[in-house]
């Protein structure tokens, strides 16, 4: 069974920064988009930065500039580097991952960003 465990999150103040890490368990085929979504408290899930296979990248306006998003290249794993970080940016952040036929989410973990 194939489970992503994202790790990383937790309590930080404005202007800091957080690594998340996401790591896949299980076998998975033909992965080709890595994304992280967040969900703040009242409001809908919102895409925050895409990596497709071939490395082309995506962000949210909000966090252009600020995010990274990187990959392992010899694993299912996928990273997102917050710099600069604001209150706004508070939330619950997934870990998600597709091929064209599965899609696969983690449990999340929490980003705190505190003013």
């Known amino acids: 069974q194939v489970q992503l465990a994202e790790s990383g999150g937790g309590l930080v103040q404005a202007g800091g920064s957080l690594r998340l890490s996401c790591a896949a368990s299980g076998a998975m085929f033909g992965i080709d988009v890595m994304d992280w979504f967040r969900q703040a408290t009242g409001k809908q899930r919102e895409l925050v930065a895409r990596?497709?296979?071939?490395?082309?990248?995506e962000y949210a306006d909000a966090v252009k500039g600020r995010f990274t998003i990187s990959r392992d290249s010899g694993k299912n794993a996928v990273f997102l580097q917050m710099n600069h970080l604001k209150p706004e940016d508070t939330a619950v952040y997934y870990c998600?991952?597709?091929?064209?036929?599965?899609?696969?989410w983690g449990q999340g973990t929490q980003v705190t960003v505190s003013s």
């Open positions: 998600h991952m597709s091929s064209p036929y599965r899609s696969y």
């Open positions: 990596l497709y296979s071939g490395e082309t990248t």
